[in-house]
Nanobody
C-alpha cells in the first residue's frame, strides 16, 4: 500500500520561503517507479496542480509558480520536496503531494491522473 506523508508547512510572511517534504512509502525506491507531484487547495477553490516530476526527472510547473517554486526528489530516501521562494499571500492553501504509477510526459498537473494522496500540510502567507 502506497502512503504519502507531507511535512514542512507553516506560516510565513510574504517574500519568505518554505520547503515542503513528502515521504512516500510502500516499496523500496518507489519514486523511481512513480510520477509524483504537489497540489494545493485554497478555501472555496478547486484543487490545482502546482508542480510535478516524473520518474525520469522531467518537471512541470503551474504558470503561477514558475521561477519561484522548485520540485525535486530523492529516490534513495523516497522523498519528494517542494522549495517555495518569494511566497505570496495567494499561495496560501493546503498543499498535498500525490503519486501515480501511470507515466506522463510531460508530467501531469491534473488531479484526476493521480490516485495516491497525502493528508496535506497547511501553508499560510501573510502580507
Amino acid at each position: 500500500q502506497v502512503q504519502l506523508v507531507e511535512s514542512g508547512g507553516g506560516s510565513v510572511q510574504a517574500g519568505g520561503s518554505l520547503r515542503l517534504s513528502c515521504a512516500v512509502s510502500g516499496y523500496a525506491y518507489i519514486t523511481d517507479y512513480m510520477d509524483v507531484g504537489w497540489f494545493r487547495q485554497a478555501p472555496g477553490k478547486e484543487r490545482e496542480g502546482v508542480a510535478s516530476i516524473n520518474r525520469d526527472g522531467s518537471t512541470t510547473y503551474a504558470d503561477s509558480v514558475k521561477g519561484r517554486f522548485s520540485i525535486n526528489k530523492d529516490n534513495a530516501k523516497n522523498t519528494l520536496y517542494l522549495q517555495m521562494n518569494s511566497l505570496k499571500p495567494e499561495d496560501t492553501a493546503m498543499y498535498y503531494c500525490a503519486a501515480t504509477f501511470s507515466r506522463y510526459f510531460p508530467p501531469s498537473l491534473q488531479t484526476r491522473n493521480y490516485n495516491y494522496w497525502g493528508q496535506g500540510t497547511q501553508v499560510t502567507v501573510s502580507s
